[in-house]
């Protein structure tokens, strides 16, 4: 964005500091530049080189997301949940919504309650539980598996290693 404005160098000095001041916000971006461009005024001075000049502004440090499976069993009934925690690394200051996909051999719904694609960190929050609640489903069948994926949401947080998790669910027939 162009903001054009006057400098004035005081008389005694030969030179002025131009102060560029970043503004935070809660994206997650590249780094962005400020160039400033002298322009001549035939009156008073001429423009020498270089005649402009770029400062860097770098993003401050994101949000980083990982996945573990803090209790990586769990089994019929449903009394004995299994846990996967999310935690995020970097500025709690702002809510984070993060996002994640559902996998596995376990069908949700009938092998174990619903779980979300995604949950919600408040700000000041750094970690937050996912609960598998397993469901009897009166079947003789083999252990299965809930496997979470995180997703990456490039304008938030990154995605960070451990990225997927699994939990195991026991038959108890």
Do not use: C, K, W
Request: aromatic residues 4%; glycine residues 8%; without cysteine.
């Amino acid at each position: 964005m162009r903001q054009p404005s006057d400098v004035t160098i005081p008389a005694g000095q030969s030179s002025i500091a131009v102060t560029v001041t970043p503004i935070d916000d809660q994206l997650i971006e590249p780094a962005e530049t400020v160039i400033l461009t002298l322009q001549g005024n035939p009156t008073t001075y001429l423009v020498g080189t270089p005649s402009t000049a770029t400062v860097t502004i770098a993003d401050d440090t994101p949000n980083t997301v990982t996945l573990v499976a803090t209790d990586a069993t769990a089994a019929e009934p449903g009394a004995d949940t299994g846990l996967f925690t999310i935690t995020r690394t970097g500025p709690t200051t702002f809510p984070l919504t993060v996002y994640f996909t559902r996998g596995g051999t376990a069908s949700f719904g009938s092998d174990y309650q619903t779980i979300g694609g995604s949950v919600s960190m408040a700000a000041g929050q750094s970690s937050i539980a996912v609960t598998v609640t397993p469901i009897d489903d009166q079947l003789i069948e083999p252990a299965e598996t809930v496997i979470l994926t995180l997703q990456a949401n490039p304008t938030t947080y990154l995605v960070g290693t451990p990225s997927t998790a699994t939990v195991t669910i026991v038959d108890d027939e």
